[in-house]
């Protein structure tokens, strides 16, 4: 972000963290499965700058970093063969994660403070696991209240970035991303046609955190450079972000996955809309639902041939990672 914003997000106090972590070879185990099994689909982290973090013992003596550290593991954890991910007593693999989960504070302490990059991250790996409980609808307020972080400082605005691209930058975009993605998968998702029109009255009468689904419509945030983590930082400044030539980059997934998410955001806005919000946006008459199909349609067939190649389904793929894509 600028460097006013910068300064105001790395100014938290540190504090040694009260956390119960993993044992080490489970810590590691269950890092590289997050990095290998769920980063690359929502690339949430930046591996170099976590697992610099992780060796230097950050998660012992920040507790914003030490909770990132416990809900990588909490994610990671449905996903591993280990027993001792599951909770104590319980054989279930319902319970995977969550003695991870649970020690994690959602709701900051101090609302006042400023967030750090940490703290988005904290909403964003919460929205990942709890949307794998047997109450995923809680997500809509996780991803409520880390809008509104990132809202605090700006995040949501172009213009508070820096021209090139930076680590926090991106993490920061990257965050907003993907709480876009999960309010426009939430709504059809978790409720049917009837319910989601419903919630959507209820949150332009009363403005509840659960009007995120509307708010994520009117940043105007570039989208994530399409840039492998390996490549961001380069002892050369002008090297730094840049992907080499011919090497597809598994980011292009996501950034590919946001332009659809976009299109179906149309769709939720006005054909699924409630009459209110039709005339606010002027979609009365009775030809403008064949006009609005018709923009839909033709908008997906763009998505389409933009699709990168190593992106799109082969029975041969050239690289494991494109089957889990």
Known sequence: MSQSSSIRTSGRLKARTPYIFPEPDRSHKLIDLYFTNINLITPVLHRPTFER??????????SAFGAVVLLVCAVASPGCDDPRVLLPGIDTEHSAGWQYFEQVQIVKKALLAPPCPEDVQVYCLSTIYVQG???????????????????????????????????????WKRALWIWSLSTEHLAPAQADLVQYKTLSKLCTEHGSVHDAHVFVHIFDL???VICDDEYWEHQDPEQAFKQPPGKPSYVAYFVTAVKLNQILALALRTIYSINRSKVMFGL???????????????????????VPDHC??????????????
């Open 284 to 306: 009365t008459g009775h030809k403008w639902g064949q006009h609005a199909v018709a923009e839909l349609d033709s908008a997906l067939n763009k998505w389409i041939d933009s």
């Open 133 to 171: 409980t047997s109450t995923p609808q809680a997500c809509w307020t996780i991803v409520g209240i880390g809008i509104r972080l990132a809202q605090d400082v700006g995040a949501h605005r172009r213009k508070v970035y820096n021209r090139k691209p930076t680590v926090e930058d991106e993490l």
């Open 222 to 224: 570039d989208l994530p």
């Open 53 to 62: 973090k992780y060796n230097d013992g950050l998660h012992l003596r920040d």
């Open 312 to 325: 799109q389904w082969s029975p041969f793929p050239a690289s494991i990672i494109y089957i889990a894509l």
